[in-house]
């Protein structure tokens, strides 16, 4: 009876999954002008805190203009929505990398039970700063 190649198999399901992360981050990072009506490209990702007084959330936004972030609370979920466009600038530059996620962004939390007042949120080291105050 023949073994089986070990290698050949373990090349081929690293090649599965390389192909699968790079298909994933292309849904997930998809560059484009926002569109209301569309679903948001990438979601960041958060760090949530709870001290006795209030509820701390940082998401990391590098590059975000602070014009462009809308902070609401929905029936209990806190919504963090906005837009990650390229600088003037850099409009009409040659790409030749394109890693941090462009477009429309979106992020829902499920807030503990409770009432929040939210303070006016503030950037701080490419971090949007949120701090809930217990009511």
């Known amino acids: 009876m023949k073994r089986p190649d070990v290698r050949a198999w373990m090349w081929a399901d690293a090649l599965h999954t390389v192909a699968r992360a790079e298909r994933l981050q292309r849904q997930m990072f998809q560059p484009g002008a926002a569109d209301r009506r569309r679903a948001p490209a990438w979601e960041p990702p958060v760090d949530v805190f709870e001290t006795a007084n209030d509820l701390r ?9 602070p014009q462009q972030i809308q902070v609401t609370i929905d029936d209990g979920v806190l919504v963090i929505s906005g837009e990650r466009g390229l600088r003037a600038e850099l409009q009409g ?5 394109l890693e941090l996620p462009q477009g429309r962004f979106e992020r829902r939390l499920v807030l503990p039970a409770g009432r929040f007042e939210i303070e006016p949120p503030r950037l701080e080291s490419g971090c949007l700063v949120i701090v809930l105050r217990k009511a």
């Open 93 to 97: 530059a040659v790409i030749h990398r």
């Open 57 to 65: 959330v940082l998401a990391a936004l590098p590059g975000v203009d």
